[in-house]
């Protein structure tokens, strides 16, 4: 059913003004970047995909708009990661939508290589757009061929005739931060590759012409002060916020983020010879007070329904009880924390890694057995990607002192850590704790310069960390992997699984993920143990047909999830289509989930009143691992973190 017409507030703001507003545009544009979150924000603006496609409808169809010319919509790069949401879907949600919001081709964002380039590939054979990258060359793919076969160049014809020459461009800082790239990818200057294709584009028919590109700000500004006005417009992405500036007479212009800007340009072509245009910018925040789309409503949901579904998949395997409870992780070294540390040290090649224990949220302990998908989202929910920073030694010892510095209150803010060791005393005074420290065996150097793996969140200085403020936030640590570029902890977590799986790999699991992460885990191999899959798994449980406590022991309930959760089925989107829920028994695997969260419950009532402190269990032991799709993770402790007063029990 037709969505019904929908009146759109009038609150648009001028960004631009030519002055030369009469009579109607020989070109209508609307330009958009860097989307993530398909649902709208709890503040305003709040964005969401529905309340987008109602003012992208408006610029469409709306009666004073009869007549003119169609609308282009530009957009440039920065879709299929990240959010919670792509680390399900891999990116493959955001198709429909791009492509319903009528997008007539894309520059190609640096988190749209988050899953690798065979993904990438795969998701844009499904996009109804072009996607655009003139400087950056794969020559595995052939003689001056972009990345990801994505077209350098690409003309727009519009429906009054007008031909619209458009250039993809990217920056090279990003491509240092992806670690699944192919090898010897040749990058040029962004902008001597515009001073070579444009006169070509130009020389083609271009009547005018606009660069697509995924760059920070300084970039683009460079780019139109040495190009000296051959780009009419430049419609950027990378950065998170709305500007707009004017630089030798070419529009330099990046419209906000997550579906919560766009803007909306008119262009008239000059009367003289000279071939310019005058160019109005109007920007449209997605407030609160615009209807949302039915249609697109209807489709969010569709398209994240399935998610529940694909949640309840295992994606791995654990030999140890993993122990993210936060009387442990917020007041001493706990396993789970060790491993996801020293994945994000090894996955960056950093000096080491420090995290704040609040980023691990389960609050309960993992037992051996089934990881699903969910365990992942739930216990590490947030959207701040990792990052790396360089910082000097005191700015670690400070960042540590601070962690420690509400010790012992369940405080988020203790530190979990890799490749740092460090004794401290809880009883001394707040900021002078720390009895003695290492980094890679060796003292901490206070003068040296150490590369620290850590997250955003940390580098803005949010729980007291700011040592770690990056110089941007006006601290002194110098940022070399920006929360632009990194990527989530979820997401990190579930790639490292999927290189563990012998058994349904993704689909469009490239060579270069593969390579990378055979590097990770082998490194972190060397502390965490892995079990290699069993050549003869048990044979499949029965689904149980009566409650009570034989059905609670640690191997029951192995067996329970084991024999539930199709522990073979392959990763992948098509499969994931046709994933028969009742087949997974998804509602079973609820029925334990919440049987297990009363006992949990209940258990620690019952231990508070009796004063008996639960303990972590036993790994299992050889023979009891038995599944034959994955290798298992066994993370450990090792003695990273030592109280020797004030300890809390």
């Known amino acids: 059913m037709p969505d019904r017409k929908t009146e759109v507030p009038p609150d648009e703001s001028i ?18 970047n860097d989307v993530y979150h398909v649902d709208q924000s709890s503040s305003e603006p709040v964005g969401g995909a529905s309340r987008f496609m109602t003012l992208i409808k408006y610029y469409e169809e709306d009666e004073i708009f009869k007549g003119q010319s169609n609308l282009v919509t530009l957009f440039s ?24 919001i009528g997008t007539d081709a894309a520059a190609l964002g640096n988190h749209d290589l988050d899953f690798g380039v065979r993904q990438f590939k795969h998701l844009s054979s499904k996009c109804k757009f072009p996607w655009l990258i003139a400087n950056v060359l794969d020559p595995a793919l052939g003689d001056s061929v972009p990345i990801g076969n994505c077209k350098k160049t690409h003309f727009i014809t519009t429906s009054n005739g007008i031909k619209i020459g458009l250039i993809g461009l990217g920056e090279r800082e990003w491509l240092a931060t992806i670690n699944s790239l192919p090898p010897d990818l040749i990058y040029k200057s962004a902008t001597q590759t515009a001073k070579e294709l444009v006169p070509q584009l130009r020389a083609e028919g271009a009547d005018i012409v606009i660069a697509l590109t995924h760059m920070r700000e300084p970039n683009d500004n460079k780019l139109a002060e040495q190009t000296d006005g051959i780009i009419d417009i430049i419609l950027g992405g990378h950065d998170h916020y709305y500007s707009h500036s004017v630089i030798k007479g070419t529009h330099v212009l990046r419209s906000g983020t997550d579906f919560k800007q766009l803007s909306y340009l008119e262009a008239r072509r000059r009367t003289d010879k000279s071939g310019r245009w005058d160019v109005d910018i109007i920007r449209r925040d997605t407030t609160s007070a615009i209807p949302e789309h039915g249609s697109t409503v209807e489709l969010v949901e569709k398209l994240t329904a399935s998610l529940k579904t694909t949640l ?34 090894h996955y960056y090649s950093g000096d080491c890694s420090m995290m704040a224990s609040g980023t691990v949220r389960g609050d309960q302990i993992y037992p051996p057995g089934p990881v699903l998908l969910k365990d992942i989202m739930n216990c590490f929910p947030f959207e701040d990607p990792v990052v790396v920073i360089k910082v000097t030694g005191q700015a670690i010892w400070d960042a540590l002192e601070n962690g420690l510095s ?19 005393d809880g009883q001394k005074p707040s900021g002078s704790r720390i009895v003695s420290a290492t980094i890679g065996g060796d003292p901490i150097d206070m003068t040296r310069k150490y590369v620290l793996v850590t997250r955003g969140y940390m580098a803005r200085g949010k ?13 002194q640590a110098e940022e070399i992997v920006s929360e632009e570029n990194g990527i989530l902890i979820s997401m990190m977590l579930r790639q490292y699984f999927m290189s563990l799986r012998v058994m349904g790999q993704w689909k469009y699991w490239g060579n270069n993920m593969g390579r990378h ?47 539930i959760v199709r522990a073979d089925e392959s990763d992948d989107e098509d499969n994931d289509k046709n994933y028969d829920a009742k087949q997974a028994f998804i509602p079973e695997i609820e029925v334990i989930d919440k049987e ?24 299992l032991k050889d023979g009891e691992f038995q599944v034959d799709w994955t290798r298992a993770i066994a993370p450990r402790i090792e003695g990273r973190i030592i109280c020797v007063g004030g300890e809390q029990k």
């Not at 109607?24 to 958009?32: A, T």
């Not at 790069?77 to 791009?98: C, I, Q, R, W, Y």
């Open 406 to 424: 509400q010790y012992p209150a369940l405080e988020g803010r203790f530190p979990q850590v890799s490749n740092i060791a460090f004794k401290f």
């Open 77 to 100: 790069g920065d879709a299929f990661n990240p959010s919670l949401e792509s680390s399900v879907t891999k990116g493959d949600h955001m198709v429909p939508l791009l492509n319903n």
């Open 517 to 563: 992460w055979n590097h990770v885990t082998s490194k972190v191999n060397e502390t965490h143990t892995h079990h290699d899959p069993s050549t003869s798994p048990a044979s499949p449980s029965t689904r149980r047909e009566a409650s009570g406590w034989d059905n609670w022991t640690p191997q029951k309930i192995r067996e329970r999830k084991s024999s």
């Open 312 to 345: 309840q998949k295992p994606v791995g395997f654990t030999a140890a009880p993993l122990d993210a409870r936060f009387r442990t992780v917020r007041l001493r070294e706990s396993n789970i924390a060790n491993w996801v540390c020293d994945i994000m040290r």
């Open 596 to 619: 297990m969260q009363i006992m949990r419950r209940v258990f620690a009532k019952w231990a508070r009143i009796a004063h008996v402190e639960s303990r972590l269990g036993e790994e």
């Open 463 to 475: 729980d007291g960390y700011d040592s770690l403020l990056i110089e941007e936030e006006g601290g």
């Open 15 to 32: 960004t631009y003004s030519s002055g030369m507003r009469s009579g109607p545009p020989d070109l209508r544009i609307v330009h958009y």
